[in-house]
């Protein structure tokens, strides 16, 4: 038995992923609808979802939740699609589970597992983008995992512009121009009230290029912050438009970049798929043991 | 004598202030005016600025340069006002030295020593700005200081914006809206050909509104990367215009900051003035040690 079995769960706005793992493996995955009539009900189905796994052996457990953390404390600060909000959120799962537990943000969670065992091997400086219903990343500084807020799709790019959805009052922030809803908004400029994203990728429409502009720019703009030697895409939107969004993302991305970075970097697919939240989870709860 | 004592040196365009520092403390001082010929001459007249101080007890040597650092093999990697450019700087100096040598941007020196022993006392996650001829700034996160490019000057605020002064082909980026540069700019345009960033600070002219909503805009952008709970702005052009910044600053950080972080985020003077980026070295000298 290793001290590397680990449970990684990923909690997701309709359904919640619990994986057992070991060194980066999957051995066993279940998958539950998320309970959202309230915290006390989430907290209980997130434990359930845990105990249909064999935890013998476990020795800690990681959750990536769609929220903001307070590292020092471990506190869900507030998420957008689960009723999460100011939640002590490790202590009221150790308390259910008796196990060492850690959360961390889930973006930032499937940028860890693409650094450890997906398109981030061999690199020490790594940064990921998840391009779906929103935006979001994670960074890996020095080999370390960088915990802090990295709200990258919080990150503003086109001072007093699009304005953002849902409960974020910003205005031009990288979510409202290269996440999935802002292309379906696109689509529905450029094609009329049914367009979708999945239209504009289909017709390889030349919308997709003013997208895959903003992208690059914000890409470039977290390569003088950050200095990534690579940059994985990953997401729904993102992986299914990546080659319709990558040329003109270089083209910023060159100006924008303090040089020679530009040049050097690397703008690679997400490999893990939809098990990247997992395996991160997995990882954040092996720091944790 | 102290293991705390060690030498702290800021590297300037146009001169070179070296300290004996021990607990944050400068004991002596020495100014010398920056060698500018070449890269040797410029490493050769660190070492004798460095020399000029009683070396006695000194346990390393920490220098801040305007440049970006490569932290893992502590090169310089390059630098808009001094001939330094893929130098293995921390090898140079301790060849001329024979003392342990660490190097650290300039601006994220300066943000450690206010973390350290200025306003950001107190803090567990700080960020300072400088704005002075350009924009620099550092992040401490969870009480370390965060050793990447944060080359936070080049953050992209304005997508298609304002071009970058230099060496930097970027356009829309903070240092192009908010530094010195940027508002003796701004006052051209206002008051005419001889107009000054002075002039526009003297007349409490209202330009420097917009200047103050373009750097609220930043802070807003990098609390939700960062998530500091206090920030600092430092910086000649900062400190002299502070006053008349900060309130269409604030204004944009509640727009753009994710709430809560926006209303409880403090924004504040530096303290340490011209001594920070040398007392900040002299730390990150420490952690050489």
Chains 1, 2 share one sequence.
């Not at 450029?190 to 690059?216: F, K, M, S, W």
């Amino acid at each position: 038995m290793s001290v590397n079995r680990v449970v990684g769960v990923d909690l997701g706005g309709t359904k919640i992923l619990a994986g057992l793992i070991e060194d980066g493996r999957v051995l066993a995955e279940v998958e539950r609808a998320t309970p959202t009539t309230s915290q006390e009900a989430l907290l209980d189905g997130l434990a359930a979802a845990v105990r249909e796994l064999p935890l013998d052996g476990v020795t800690a457990v990681g959750f990536g939740i769609p929220s903001r953390v307070d590292h020092r404390h471990g506190i869900a600060l507030g998420s957008v699609n689960t009723p999460l909000r100011d939640v002590p959120f490790e202590a009221e799962m150790h308390a259910r589970l008796g196990l060492p537990v850690a959360v961390e943000n889930d973006a930032t969670c499937a940028a860890y597992a693409e650094y450890a065992h997906g398109v981030g091997r061999g690199t020490v400086d790594f940064m990921m983008l998840t391009l779906g219903t929103g935006v979001g990343g994670g960074i890996v500084t020095g080999g370390a995992l960088y915990r802090a807020w990295t709200e990258l799709g919080h990150m503003v790019i086109v001072a007093d512009g699009e304005p953002c959805a849902g409960a974020c009052s910003g205005r031009g922030h990288v979510e409202a121009y290269c996440s999935g809803t802002a292309a379906n908004r696109v689509a529905r400029e450029v094609l009329g009230p049914n367009g979708t994203a999945r239209d504009l990728i289909e017709q390889r429409h030349p919308a997709l290029a003013e997208i895959g502009h903003y992208l690059g720019i914000a890409i470039g703009s977290l390569i003088n912050i950050f200095g990534p030697e690579r940059v994985a895409i990953g997401g729904g939107f993102g992986v299914a438009a990546f080659d319709h969004l990558l040329p003109a993302a270089r083209t910023a991305v060159l100006r924008e970049a303090l040089a020679p970075a530009g040049q050097d970097v690397e703008i690679e697919l997400a490999q893990l798929g939809a098990e990247a939240g997992l395996i991160g989870a997995g990882l954040v709860a092996l720091e944790a043991v």
